[in-house]
């Protein structure tokens, strides 16, 4: 059974950084291209990051990029997002999804961070 | 940027059935998928290349792709299905979603 279970969200200050986890499990998780989608509250779905398989090539959304990162550890079957100099507008439910082909097929069940003084 | 547009909400009567429908531009020349979320629950995906149902997904549900727009069906609606549907397409190797249609079932 697939599952990705994400970890790390908190309550942060504006300014300071946080590291999600995505643990993965049930596949063959270096076959696959990972992503990162955010939901503020009340609020529809955004996309945030991406991931290829062997972690050489990574794209970002405009809003977070120069201050998130995106990474993996295949040995480790973990997907990473580091975020810096966190904004207000940052505050969301963040997922982790699994990528195949063009479409997302198993997503995790979520992890918040707030960004609030 | 490329930009899908939902209705913000559509209304169903149990039994009968649902059309949300996602607009873009080209959106013919693009796959697309389509998620339901429930409250407080991460997104499923129930439609993905346009037409083809996860495994596991029932059969009421269905997608249509033609022109700018794409549509999901949901025939014999539940209450079950009450819920916010996202499409999503991908441009320029980054994904997209729509804003989201609520769907109520009264």
Redesign the interface.
């Known amino acids: 059974e697939v599952q990705l279970v994400e970890s790390g969200g908190n309550l942060v200050q504006p300014g300071g950084s946080l590291r999600l986890s995505c643990a993965a499990s049930g596949f063959t998780f270096s076959t696959h291209w990972m992503?990162w989608?955010r939901q503020p509250p009340g609020k529809?779905?955004?996309?945030v990051s991406?991931i290829k398989s062997d972690g050489s090539s990574t794209?970002y959304?405009?809003s977070v990029k120069g201050r998130f990162t995106i990474s993996r550890d295949n040995a480790k079957n973990t997907l990473y997002l580091q975020m810096n100099s966190l904004r207000a507008e940052d505050t969301a439910v963040y997922?982790c999804a699994r990528e195949s082909?063009?479409?997302?097929?198993y997503?995790?069940?979520?992890n918040l961070v707030t960004v609030s003084s | 940027?490329y930009e899908l547009t939902q209705p913000p909400s559509v209304s169903v009567s149990p039994g009968q059935t649902a059309s949300i429908t996602c607009s873009g531009d080209n959106l013919g020349y693009k796959?697309v998928?389509w998620?339901q979320?429930k409250p407080g629950q991460?997104?499923?995906?129930v439609i993905?290349?346009d037409t083809k149902r996860?495994s596991g997904i029932p059969e009421r549900f269905s997608g249509s792709n033609s022109g700018n727009t794409v549509t999901l069906t949901i025939s014999g609606t539940q209450a079950l299905d009450e819920a916010?549907y996202?499409c999503?397409v991908?441009d320029n190797?980054?994904?997209?979603?729509?804003?989201?249609t609520k769907l109520t079932v009264l």
């Open positions: 992503q989608v529809g779905l955004v996309w991406r794209s959304a405009d997922y082909s063009s479409w997302l097929d997503w995790g069940q979520g | 940027s796959y998928s998620y979320q991460s997104p499923v995906m993905y290349q996860p916010d996202y999503q991908w190797s980054t994904v997209v979603f729509g804003g989201g």
